[in-house]
């Protein structure tokens, strides 16, 4: 046991999202290769009377401070299922953009489980603290182990890939997309068509273990991405504007509305950034690399 525990979590991309046709449950099968990148969250647990959670950073408004967050959850499955009252305060240090496609909630639920895990001196099994992430969200089992990996499934069953040292760029768009909402678009603009069964593509997989950005640059895909451009239709503008600047290639993260430019290294990394934030087409941008290590204790 000890007196305040620290996570930090890492952002993900994914540079393949194959996704299925809804499923009876209403998820959709997916064929998700997961990269997390060097753009983090950091988690502080420390013993309080009640469950509360505190957020800082640019866009700590924009986090729901309630049993909604992802941190709460993890802290009150986790305390039922060792007979305690979730007696915890959680305090996030946010830099993940919020509801931006880059998995920030899941981050903070995976970062917040390991948190009070420690507080508690739980030393909860791995496979358990994987299956209580699985409940959390289909993205929140990633954010825990990092690295690169396959998402089958509806992302949650994970398969650890080989990848190679990539650089990135990341533009953050004004306001939020709601996931579940691009999905339902992704669906209507699918109807009456045959969706194809998800699966993970052999050359995408070969170029992220080779680390060659050219390779990867001409494999990189996103299913959503119809979805989230017709849902905000001012992203092509963004992805536009970092192709232009000399990105390898350019997408929309996750169901967005974050778009990611992969480049071939730091420098490249700093002037394309430079030329979003110029082009007057997102917020602010992040540099990054990838892959980074998962939720870690500090
Ligand atoms: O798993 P999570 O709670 O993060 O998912 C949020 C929403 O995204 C789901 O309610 C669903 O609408 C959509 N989703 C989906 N298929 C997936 C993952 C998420 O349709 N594989």
Redesign the pocket.
């Known amino acids: 046991m000890s007196d305040t525990v620290t996570v930090r979590v890492p952002a993900k991309v994914n540079v393949q999202l194959a996704v299925g046709a ?1 499923r009876p449950d ?3 099968d ?1 064929a998700n290769v997961f990269l997390a990148v060097s753009l983090y969250d950091e988690v502080t647990a420390t013993p309080a009377d009640e469950l509360t959670v505190t957020c800082a950073g640019p866009d700590a408004g924009k986090v729901p401070l309630d049993r909604t967050n992802l941190a709460a959850r993890a802290a009150e499955i986790l305390a039922e299922r060792a007979g305690l009252a979730p007696a915890v305060h959680l305090h996030i240090e946010k830099r993940i953009p919020v509801a931006g496609g880059m998995a920030g909630g ?1 981050a903070d639920g995976a970062a917040a489980l390991l948190a009070c895990d420690a507080l508690w001196g739980l030393k909860t099994p791995a496979e358990e603290l994987l299956a209580i992430c699985a409940e959390l ?3 929140v089992p990633f954010s825990l182990v990092g690295g690169a990996a396959l998402g089958t499934g ?2 949650e069953i994970l398969t650890p890939v080989p990848a190679g040292t990539f650089h990135w760029v990341f533009a953050v768009a004004d306001g939020g997309l709601s ?2 909402a691009v ?1 339902r678009e992704f669906d209507r603009l699918t109807a009456g068509t045959e969706v194809p069964v998800p699966q993970a593509s052999p050359a995408l997989l070969a170029a992220l273990a080779s680390g060659d950005p050219d390779a990867l640059a001409a494999t990189l895909a996103n299913g959503l991405q119809p979805a989230a451009l017709s849902l905000r239709p001012s992203l092509a503008d963004t992805l536009a504007a970092g192709t232009e600047a000399g990105a390898l290639a350019a997408l929309v993260s996750g169901s967005g509305p974050t778009t990611a430019f992969l480049v071939r290294d730091a420098e490249s990394a700093t002037k394309v950034a430079a030329a979003l934030n110029a082009s007057g087409t997102c917020r602010s941008t992040h540099t990054a690399t990838s892959p980074a290590p998962g939720a870690t204790l500090l």
Request: aromatic share 14%; glycine share 22%.
């Open positions: 809804a209403g998820f959709h997916l899941s969200g289909s993205d509806r992302g996931t579940p999905f």
